[in-house]
């Protein structure tokens, strides 16, 4: 997941190819009195585009942080929520949502990916 702000993903349930574009990126307080980092992204396939906002938990990203040494920064936080939005994809899971919070064993497991592909800055 090295481009997170434009790159395809699938093929879905379907058999369909989703091409996702990155948003942004805000504080979900500032939202949705929510205490998360909500990331949007528009996802668009033969047509059909959606919205999609992945809220990972603010509590969450501090504790894998601090567990394992990383930086939190706006492009890791990104890149997690991309990778979600990936597995959404291409297990149909959650993807008739428009806003999902990853749970933490997604979120530990996204990270792992990142790591294992040389992507997670370490603080």
């Avoid at 894998?64 to 899971?93: F, P, V, Y």
Wanted: net charge negative.
């Amino acid at each position: 997941m090295r481009d997170f702000r434009e790159f395809e993903a699938g093929p879905d349930p379907f058999g369909r190819t989703w091409r996702v574009r990155f948003k942004w990126q805000q504080n979900g307080i500032t939202l949705r009195h929510a205490d998360t980092v909500d990331v949007k992204f528009v996802i668009e396939t033969e047509g059909a585009s959606r919205e999609k906002v992945i809220a990972l938990p603010h509590p969450e990203l501090l504790r894998r942080a601090a567990e394992t040494g990383r930086r939190m920064n706006d492009a890791w936080c990104s890149r997690l929520a991309a990778l979600h939005l990936k597995h959404m994809i291409e297990s149909g899971e959650d993807l008739e949502k428009d806003l999902v919070t990853v749970q933490p064993q997604d979120l530990a497991r996204h990270d792992q990916e990142l790591e294992a592909a040389g992507l997670a800055a370490r603080a």
